[in-house]
């Protein structure tokens, strides 16, 4: 078995126990990480924020994308193709979705929009602000593109891992926030 093999080996069994374990956590902590997610934002305005619609247990963004719409404008990612780096369609409380790439709700309509602030789901991370996604490489596709947006991953203390194996893709986080604080070069 080569390098790459391995690691893409052992992050596939890490992804496993990530997920066993945030699928293990109580709602309480997810509405903790949320909470702590919107005191981080709420100062933000008139920025272009992309938020996610979670699934399965992710922790979900969702109330505070709702508060954020007031002063900013919101939107989600979209997969467009296997690939290539996300897109992100703007999002307003209550507007149609229908299912995407994944089974992911995305938006029926609305613009496309370059956001400035990036709130990023998981399913690993460690203290350095390494992030272990689902595997396809969407968002470091993406970020890697994104030099000058404010990147804040979202998940929980039972998702953290002691050290994320990475490759030479893999774009670490300045930050995420966690049911139990904030985490990563920038907190």
Known sequence: MDADARLREMKAQLRKRCLAARDAAPRT???????????????????TIAGYLPIGSEVSPVRTMRALSRDNRICVPVVMAKG???????????????????????????????????????????????????????YDRT??????????????????????PRGPHDVPLPFIVTDHGVVGRDA
Do not use: K, N
Not at 97 to 121: L, N, Q
């Open 29 to 47: 902590a997810r509405a903790a990480a949320a909470t702590r997610l919107y005191a981080r934002l709420m100062h933000l305005r008139g920025r």
């Open 143 to 164: 970020l890697a593109g994104m030099q000058e947006a404010l990147v804040v991953g979202l998940a929980l203390e039972a998702q953290r891992l002691p050290q994320v």
């Open 84 to 138: 290539a780096p996300l897109r992100f369609r703007e999002w307003t409380p209550g507007c149609a979705t229908e299912p995407g790439v994944f089974g992911v709700p995305v938006p029926v309509e609305g613009g496309w929009r370059v956001p400035d602030v990036v709130i990023v789901p998981m399913c690993g991370f460690d203290a350095s602000g390494a992030r272990l996604g689902y595997g396809g490489g969407y």
